[in-house]
């Protein structure tokens, strides 16, 4: 058994379509893929990164007045990192409710930051170990 970090940003959209068009791959870029201009997402945009690899990102839109752990228990490896991201929410004190995360394998983002408009909120959490 090996130790890897996940990087974590936890977010607030205004609706699952909003969050989805910022964080799913853009069909585009692979037929513009040889620009700088073209990210492969909104997100990865909002990061300062190009490409993201998606087979090592796992994300999901999670609305409804329930607690982060019955949004989130379900996903990859949830039992290691939800009491960690918990604590930390709990830290940070956010200023909106939870209701999208997104998380992936750490350096896939070199300089991971927090983002908001007039349509999210998306705040970096950092990286949290688990064992695979």
Do not use: C
Request: charged letters at 25%; aromatic letters at 18%; proline letters at 2%.
């Amino acid at each position: 058994m090996h130790t890897d970090t996940l990087d974590f940003w936890v977010g607030n959209f205004n609706s699952e379509e909003d969050f989805y068009d910022f964080v799913e791959e853009d069909e585009n870029y692979y037929l513009l893929e040889e620009s700088d201009d073209t990210h492969i997402s909104e997100f990865a945009a909002s990061q300062n990164v190009v490409w993201l690899d998606h087979d090592f990102v796992e994300y999901g839109f999670e609305d409804g007045n329930r607690t982060i752990y019955e949004k989130f228990a379900e996903y990859s490896f949830a039992e290691q990192w939800l009491p960690i991201l918990v604590n930390r929410l709990n830290e940070i004190n956010l200023k909106f409710e939870v209701n999208a995360i997104i998380f992936m394998n750490k350096g896939q983002v070199p300089k991971p930051v927090s983002v908001e408009n007039d349509f999210f909120s998306l705040t970096y959490v950092g990286g949290i170990e688990f064992s695979a």
